[in-house]
């Protein structure tokens, strides 16, 4: 499948051995995969051996976090400590069949490395409560126009309707602009360029919807003066931010994060269930496995909050 016969065997019988092939070096991009067909499982990762035992681990179904392939997977965890092991690959004929790539399978750090875990102001750490005051104080009187929003290609098609509704419906905002990771290496297997999971559901949500780069225009010439953001990811320089009033509900670190007013600690992925559209335009979806990380909440839940610190009321 990988069109890479990087694997070879030595000896006869009894003393036959799997060995990489002379002058060849196991350093593809579905190198994993050699442990996950391994039929007896001699045949290890670094990643994995001896992190943790397999009898005390849970799984829960999943969608890989990597690209917009949206492989589906299993994501093993400790629910005694609470923390994610390793992806294995979950038996889709119609996604990945019962392949993954290496960093597909290597997102599942993402569940606690590079994490938003508390509130802040300001770049400082806060209470939930002052954030909300912030964020209230922030946006009290804005005319309607200069208000952006900026949807997600990293969250779930819940929590980016849940932002779609406030700043469309109740806020009346109609400035609405897609936020993600930048693309990168694809290949004919599975290895999408799209490195979001779910910029098609955020298509899907708001046809029409514009790029980040034109909203770096309006906000440089003031037309723009306050956004509501979902997820740190950004694909462009957004330095010019940093003159709009921003509030931002992330899972993890990133650009827009650290240009915020206000940011509100979202749980990834791995935390809530959430559903996820791939580049064929399939819905699939991810269920919970960890219990939130600090102070962390679903995204959809601190926007219906926020709604309500902006004096609305969401249904």
């Known amino acids: 499948v990988a069109k890479d016969p990087v694997l070879d065997m030595r000896e006869r019988g009894n003393l036959n051995e799997i060995v990489v092939s002379p002058g060849r070096q196991l350093d593809g991009h579905y190198t994993f995969m050699t442990e996950h067909v391994c039929p007896v499982g001699a045949l290890t990762t670094k990643d994995f051996r001896f992190k943790a035992r397999v009898w005390f681990l849970r799984s829960a179904t999943s969608v890989c976090q990597g690209c917009a392939t949206g492989c589906n997977a299993h994501l093993d965890y400790d629910p005694r400590y609470n923390k994610a092991y390793r992806y294995r690959p979950r038996d889709n004929e119609k996604v990945n069949k019962?392949?993954?790539?290496?960093?597909?399978?290597?997102?599942?750090?993402?569940?606690?490395?590079?994490?938003?875990?508390?509130?802040?102001?300001?770049?400082?750490?806060?209470p939930l409560a002052k954030a909300f005051d912030e964020a209230r104080a922030l946006f009290k009187g804005v005319a309607k126009d200069s208000v952006a929003i900026i949807l997600s290609a990293q969250h779930s098609l819940e929590d980016n309707w849940a932002l779609r509704e406030l700043g469309t419906a109740l806020v009346g905002?109609?400035?609405?602009?897609?936020?993600?990771?930048?693309?990168?290496?694809?290949?004919?297997?599975?290895?999408?360029?799209?490195?979001?999971?779910?910029?098609?559901?955020?298509?899907?949500?708001?046809?029409?919807?514009?790029?980040?780069?034109?909203?770096?225009?309006?906000?440089q010439?003031?037309?723009?003066?306050?956004?509501?953001?979902?997820?740190?990811?950004?694909?462009?320089?957004?330095?010019?931010?940093?003159?709009?009033?921003?509030?931002?509900?992330?899972?993890?670190?990133?650009?827009?994060?650290?240009?915020?007013?206000?940011?509100?600690?979202?749980?990834?992925?791995?935390?809530?269930?959430?559903?996820?559209?791939?580049?064929?335009?399939?819905?699939?979806?991810?269920?919970?496995?960890?219990?939130?990380?600090?102070?962390?909440?679903?995204?959809?839940?601190?926007?219906a909050a926020l709604a309500t610190a902006l004096g609305y009321e969401p249904s």
């Open 221 to 303: 010439a003031s037309r723009i003066t306050h956004v509501l953001a979902l997820g740190g990811a950004a694909s462009v320089d957004v330095e010019a931010f940093r003159s709009a009033k921003m509030v931002v509900v992330a899972a993890h670190e990133g650009p827009l994060v650290d240009v915020a007013t206000v940011v509100l600690p979202a749980t990834s992925w791995a935390e809530h269930s959430g559903t996820y559209v791939n580049a064929k335009g399939m819905r699939q979806v991810s269920d919970k496995a960890l219990e939130p990380l600090g102070a962390s909440k679903p995204a959809w839940a601190h926007l």
């Open 98 to 126: 019962f392949w993954m790539c290496d960093d597909g399978m290597l997102t599942y750090k993402q569940a606690h490395d590079g994490r938003v875990l508390e509130a802040r102001v300001r770049g400082r750490a806060a």
């Open 173 to 219: 905002s109609k400035s609405v602009f897609k936020s993600g990771k930048p693309d990168g290496y694809e290949d004919t297997i599975l290895i999408h360029r799209d490195k979001n999971p779910n910029a098609r559901g955020v298509d899907q949500l708001a046809p029409g919807i514009k790029a980040l780069p034109s909203l770096l225009d309006e906000a």
